[in-house]
């Protein structure tokens, strides 16, 4: 099955920074979603991006679908952004969605 | 349009004994797919429905089921509970292949 790694998985950052999380699939998608997870556990959809580059307010991605890798891009970060995302895939004729490990987001004050 | 809903958000078993989920999907999906989340594991797939049909099902034993009605819900089933089923499940729902929402979660407790 695809293999889906995340990076880094563990970053802390100031208010304000920017940050890049990095998510590499082993094969060809046809669906990448990032999610956020919140404190309760609900997993929230950031983006549905199986190719191209979408932006929503201090958010953006860009999938490569050609090299098999997906970037979220967090500027200027509020504590608010604290907490866990997660890069999906499936493959074509799949829903299964197959989950990176994370990367745990903690933004300081 | 309302979200994906799941219930009971919590739940307290014992060691031995079987749990129902339920998971109603966004109006006009008709594919429910099923998670669990442990911090050992991961998020980890355990099964797929699509029109009262299984799609696709996960590593998991056969303790694990599930079922889908016509009107899309969809509940999931573990017997003889052990403790290593303790987790967060997830439900999702998606139009066929497009992108799925998830609902809040069961979060089941074994003792």
């Known amino acids: 099955g695809i293999q889906v790694e995340q990076s880094p998985p563990d970053l802390i950052l100031q208010e304000g920074a920017n940050s890049t999380l990095r998510c590499n699939f082993s094969?060809?998608?046809?669906?990448l979603q990032w999610f956020h997870q919140n404190p309760w556990g609900q997993l929230i959809n950031l983006f549905y991006i199986p190719s191209g580059t979408k932006q929503n307010g201090r958010l953006s991605a860009t999938t490569v679908a050609t090299e098999r890798y997906s970037l979220l891009y967090i500027s200027s970060s509020q504590t608010t952004d604290s907490g866990v995302y997660f890069c999906a895939v499936a493959d074509f004729g799949n829903e299964k969605l197959t989950f990176g490990t994370g990367t745990r987001l903690t933004i300081i004050p | 349009k309302a979200g994906v809903t799941q219930t009971p958000r919590y739940l307290i078993k014992t060691r031995g004994q079987q749990v129902t989920l339920s998971c109603s999907p966004i109006s006009g999906h008709r594919s429910v797919s099923w998670y669990q989340q442990t911090p050992g594991q991961g998020l980890q797939f355990l099964f797929e429905?699509?029109?009262?049909?299984?799609?696709n099902k996960g590593n998991f034993p056969g303790r694990f089921s599930g079922r889908q009605f016509s009107n899309s819900r969809s509940e999931m089933n573990v017997s003889t509970l052990e403790l290593g089923d303790s987790a967060l499940y997830l439900c999702a729902s998606s139009l066929p292949g497009a992108e799925q929402y998830f609902g809040p979660g069961t979060r089941l407790t074994v003792t």
């Open positions: 094969d060809s998608v046809n669906n």
């Open positions: 429905y699509f029109s009262e049909t299984q799609r």
